[in-house]
């Protein structure tokens, strides 16, 4: 398939296909029961992950494929499984996932599963949190140390603002590890599968938008006391440590993803009295 389209990876899209029939039924396994859900698969390429998601069941497929090249295998993979599998030309991240959910069966449930291009998975995943409770899961590849980063707990050294805006909204867990050599042609570095299942209610309330600027004032001076490091949000810290409960003389990475919440909560609070 990749020799009849010629469909050499290209590097400025962040293309590593995965290609191993044993990983990519692992990936489609890992996504629970698919003969009663529809997924969203993002920059499927030749559809390696595809079709095995198609194998395993799955009721109906969206692949969203930037890339031109890979539209006629993609066709040529729908039409094996005859309304099974729709093809998107597009970018994904101007494309607003949730709102698919209106090509399908509304009685079946939804979810993402994808081996994301690594130069967008951040921006992706932040998209997504705005609306996840759309979705029942979302199985998704990402370098090893981005994973470590979504699924860090608190007084760890990858700990930060990743893991506390996904963990607020989701429950996250590694699942495991694809090395370089799976991949044509192999990255770099490794590759980790993780799970995202959206929970019923946020952990803690806050404005997302709050939450990111405290966060990024927090963990941007991480080896300092929030006393310190918080000074750059511009109201009184003492202040705002105190009224939301927080140590002064704590630092970033030991504030739990509530503690974080209650901060956003108290600034927002604060802003607008000022």
């Known amino acids: 398939m990749i020799a009849r389209y010629g469909l050499a990876a290209r ?15 692992r990936i ?5 029961d698919l003969t009663q859900a529809n997924v969203i698969e993002i920059g499927p390429g030749p559809g390696g992950l595809t079709r095995a998601l198609l194998s395993a069941g799955v009721r109906q497929i969206i692949a969203i494929e930037r890339d031109r090249r890979c539209l006629g295998a993609l066709e040529e993979l729908a039409a094996a499984y005859p309304g099974r599998l729709r093809v998107i030309a597009g970018d994904a991240l101007e494309i607003e996932a949730a709102d698919l959910a209106r ?24 998209k997504w949190m705005a609306r996840v409770r759309a979705f029942e899961s979302l199985t998704l590849m990402f370098q090893k140390e981005v994973a470590a980063r979504i699924t860090a707990t608190p007084r760890t050294k990858d700990y930060g603002r990743l893991s506390v805006s996904v963990q607020r909204l989701c429950e996250a867990r590694a699942l495991f590890d694809i090395p370089p050599r799976a991949f044509t042609p192999p990255p770099k570095v490794t590759s980790t599968v993780v799970g995202l299942t959206p929970r019923p209610a946020p952990l803690a309330e806050a404005d997302q938008e709050t939450l990111a600027a405290v966060t990024a004032a ?18 009184d810290v ?11 003389t704590a630092r970033a990475e030991e ?19 000022h």
Do not use: W
């Open 11 to 25: 590097r400025r899209l962040g293309q590593h296909f995965l290609l191993d029939g044993n990983l990519t039924g």
């Open 28 to 32: 489609a396994r890992a996504a629970g």
């Open 103 to 126: 090509e399908f069966d509304r009685e079946a449930a939804l979810k993402i599963v994808a081996n994301l291009p690594y130069n967008i998975a951040t921006p992706l995943l932040f």
């Open 218 to 235: 927090a963990f941007g001076q991480r080896r300092k006391m929030l006393r310190s490091s918080l000074k750059s949000l511009g109201v």
């Open 238 to 248: 003492t202040g705002l440590l105190s009224t939301a409960g927080v140590d002064p």
């Open 255 to 273: 504030l739990s993803v509530e503690a974080f919440c209650a901060l956003a909560r108290t600034f927002k609070a604060l802003a607008a009295d």
